[in-house]
């Protein structure tokens, strides 16, 4: 599985992202995604993920009610929209899938293919 992420950028505090993981296809609907994150200097975290048919969601709480993650199975494409920005939300954003069938998980040792990640910068 390929993923690739876009949409990062440079954006105002309280301003909108809208960020994108197109796949490869191979099966796409059989798979959870998840998007982390890794800000300067830190360790890479967990943001959100959503399940295979998009009924199920889980998210940091950092991000809670004000990041909303969603897929088009149709596209290929899974979508993480960034509300409400914060310098603190600066970092490189991943897009990750585990191996079917696997739990739907915040930890990034259950996830198995990375994007290579997309840049978000949020400006004071």
């Known amino acids: 599985v390929q993923l690739v992420e876009s949409g990062g950028g440079l954006v105002q505090a309280g301003g909108s992202l809208r960020l994108s993981c197109l796949s490869d296809?191979?099966?796409?609907?059989?798979?959870?995604f998840g998007w982390f994150r890794q800000p300067p200097g830190k360790e890479r975290e967990f943001v959100a993920s959503?399940?295979?048919?998009?009924?199920?969601?889980r998210y940091a709480d950092s991000v809670k009610g004000r990041f909303a993650i969603s897929r088009d199975n149709a596209k290929n494409t899974v979508y993480l929209q960034m509300n409400s920005l914060k310098v603190v939300d600066t970092a490189v954003y991943f897009c990750?899938?585990?191996?079917?069938?696997?739990?739907?998980?915040?930890?990034?040792?259950?996830?198995?293919?990375w994007g290579q990640g997309t840049q978000v910068t949020v400006s004071s």
């Open positions: 990750a899938a585990p191996l079917p069938d696997s739990e739907l998980g915040t930890q990034e040792f259950q996830y198995d293919y």
């Open positions: 296809g191979r099966a796409f609907s059989s798979y959870h």
């Open positions: 959503i399940s295979s048919r998009g009924l199920g969601m």
